[in-house]
């Protein structure tokens, strides 16, 4: 089966944290109502903590993970998708030994606009 090349959607070049995460932006353009992202907490690492305006939506696809949600510890494991409202503080820690992958969705919420 031939796919056609402009189907595909190219992240842009890594960014590398400070606090072990490293985060590539999707390449979207209006044709989208939200915006993406895909990043790998290694082991011992953790996102920096996040609040913004914008709803945003996390799922696990490898590893496990500490999520701190307004400063509740909630377990994350590959398959869990959880969503954060507008305005809401948001982090990951992963104490285990394997790198943590997350894909990132987010959107203006229509409610808050």
């Known amino acids: ?5 402009d189907v595909r959607v190219p992240y842009d070049e890594p960014e590398i944290e400070d606090s072990g995460m ?3 932006l ?3 353009d209006s044709r989208f109502p939200f915006e993406s992202s895909r990043f790998v907490v290694e082991p011992g690492g953790c996102s920096p903590p996040d609040v913004h305006s914008v709803a945003e939506m996390w799922i696990i ?3 496990t993970g500490e999520l701190l949600y307004d400063q ?3 377990a994350l494991n590959a398959g869990d998708a959880v969503y954060f409202q507008p305005l809401h503080t948001h982090q990951i820690k ?3 030994s394997e790198p943590l992958r997350v894909i990132s ?3 203006q919420d229509k409610c808050l606009t």
């Open 105 to 107: 969705f987010w959107w």
């Open 26 to 28: 999707l390449q979207v």
């Open 1 to 5: 089966m031939k796919i056609a090349t």
């Open 72 to 74: 509740e510890s909630i």
């Open 61 to 63: 696809i490898q590893g």
């Open 22 to 24: 490293r985060l590539e």
């Open 94 to 96: 992963n104490h285990s």
